[in-house]
């Protein structure tokens, strides 16, 4: 799967959509966060990811750790727990990264969003 791009800059308004199964711990969620087309530097960053139920705004994920997969190519990875993805329903989530002390929210407004589908297992 290809890693999700989010944009500090306007882009205007854009869903990016990930697809896990129910129970599947693979594969990992992987954004990529640009500003002006360049890919930001989030070397000495903390992330942590959260993730809320789209109906009922309930989280599911609640400032859980990441991981900074690439961080001079603004890579951030968050690996699923078994509890993130045993319950079908469509999700937002959201990851906030720390650095010098400033957090960014990705996506970082109502116009970016990041869509978690956890589809029901098949038998």
Do not use: C
């Amino acid at each position: 799967m290809a890693d999700l791009d989010f944009h500090l800059d306007d882009r205007g308004s854009f869903d990016r959509t990930f697809v896990i199964s129910e129970d599947a711990r693979l594969p990992a969620l992987i954004v990529q966060l640009f500003d002006n087309n360049v890919a930001v530097d989030l070397t000495g960053a903390t992330v942590t990811f959260s993730m809320e139920n789209a109906d009922t705004g309930v989280l599911k994920v609640n400032a859980t750790a990441a991981v900074l997969e690439d961080a001079t190519a603004g890579k951030v990875k968050y690996e699923w727990a078994a509890l993130d993805v045993d319950t079908p329903a469509r999700y937002h989530g959201q990851f906030k990264v720390t650095i010098s002390a400033k957090d960014y929210l990705i996506p970082n407004n109502d116009d970016q969003t990041l869509v978690i589908i956890v589809g029901s297992k098949v038998s």
